[in-house]
């Protein structure tokens, strides 16, 4: 079991919203302000898509967005696209376990 | 261009021994904090450890499941970042992968929680 907890699988239309949740506790997520967000294709590295809760490194398009609220995290992705389907994985700075991530959450376009 | 490779994985059996190696090339590694990323066949990710640049400490920390097995290491004169893994049980099958901490816009350095530039990945098979 993972330490981060986030959904399975979501789903979304092209051009449609999508929003992905990271529930941890108040020693990590709740914590600090340290969330990131990755990207994963088949058979790829993982992307760094958010980090600080919601920044965003250069190059990644302002589609993707981050926010928290308490112990939970979100990531959303505006106006899918195709390229969008991959795995989404939620990461957290946890103190003296230093990082944890979330089990992943498969995106598909439909 | 900025690139690190991992090397390395192979099929070990349970109880054996393996070190991975990571090269880098097109940025500033010894400023870097390198960390090894972990992810089983078709599971998620999970962190394992991570050493500081030498001018941020140089000390390691590594993840629970891990530790007394598993030991970072990294030569700034070769560019390259080790993990050697002792004690290997069937659960340390997975890709391994090497990334380095991310310095943003502002500045700021992320050694320990936002990653940006990653490896291809060595697969590690613990097997009898």
């Known amino acids: 079991q993972s330490a981060l907890t986030q959904p399975p699988s979501a789903s979304g239309s092209p051009g449609q919203s999508v929003t992905i949740s990271c529930t941890g506790t108040s020693s990590d997520v709740g914590g600090y302000n340290y969330v990131s967000w990755y990207q994963q294709h088949p058979g790829k590295a993982p992307k760094l898509m958010i980090y600080e809760v919601s920044k965003r490194p250069s190059g990644v398009p302002d589609r993707f967005s981050g926010s928290k609220s308490g112990n939970t995290a979100s990531l959303t992705v505006s106006g899918l696209q195709d390229e969008d389907e991959a795995d989404y994985y939620c990461s957290s700075y946890a103190g003296s376990k230093i990082l944890l991530f979330g089990g992943g959450t498969k995106l598909t376009v439909l | ?128």
């Open chain 2, 1 to 128: 261009e900025v690139q690190l490779v991992e090397s390395g994985g192979g099929l070990v059996k349970p109880g054996g021994s393996l070190r991975l190696s990571c090269a880098s090339s097109g940025f500033a590694f010894s400023n870097a904090w390198m960390i090894w990323v972990r992810q089983p066949p078709g599971k998620g990710l999970e962190w394992v450890g991570r050493i500081k640049s030498k001018s941020g400490g140089g000390t390691t920390d590594c993840a629970e499941p891990v530790k007394g097995r598993f030991t970072l290491s990294r030569d700034d004169s070769k560019n390259m970042f080790y993990l050697e893994m002792n004690s290997l049980k069937t659960e340390d099958t997975a890709i391994y992968y090497c990334t380095t901490g991310y310095s943003d816009s502002s500045g700021r350095y992320h050694g320990d929680d936002a990653f940006d530039i990653w490896g291809q990945g060595t697969m590690v098979t613990v097997s009898s």
